[in-house]
């Protein structure tokens, strides 16, 4: 079976950085694509960033664009995200999804395009 594994999260004051991981176990060729997502306390999930392997193509969320970089290996089914300038707003669970076949059903954006995910790695930003 597939697995997905984050870590990297931890309590870092505001403006402070984090690089979370992912790594993919049970598969041995590459996802279509990966992404990262977010829940906060209370409320749904949210999409974060991801990358679509086939031309290395990357997506943000517009509250984390200039601050979230996502990047990875599609060869060791890995992807990392690199956070600085920390806000308290982005304190929630982050976790890694992965899909494996390319579709055009839903958008990168929705979890629902996503077939395997993580358990999920807590950020906390103290202000």
């Known amino acids: 079976q597939v697995q997905l594994v984050e870590s990297g999260g931890g309590l870092v004051q505001a403006g402070g950085s984090l690089r979370l991981s992912c790594a993919v176990s049970?598969?041995?060729?590459?996802?279509?694509?990966m992404a990262w997502f977010r829940q906060a306390l209370g409320k749904e999930r949210e999409f974060v960033a991801a990358?679509?392997?086939?031309?290395?193509?990357?997506y943000y969320s517009d509250s984390v664009r200039g601050r979230f970089t996502i990047s990875g290996n599609n060869g060791k089914n890995t992807v990392y995200l690199q956070m600085n300038s920390l806000k308290p707003e982005d304190t929630a669970v982050y976790y890694c999804?992965?899909?494996?076949?390319?579709?055009?059903?839903?958008?990168?954006?929705?979890?629902?395009?996503?077939?395997?995910w993580g358990q999920g790695t807590q950020v906390t930003v103290s202000s």
């Open positions: 990358i679509r392997w086939r031309g290395v193509i990357t």
């Open positions: 999804a992965a899909v494996w076949t390319a579709t055009t059903a839903r958008p990168m954006v929705d979890p629902d395009a996503y077939s395997n």
């Open positions: 049970g598969r041995t060729f590459g996802s279509y694509a």
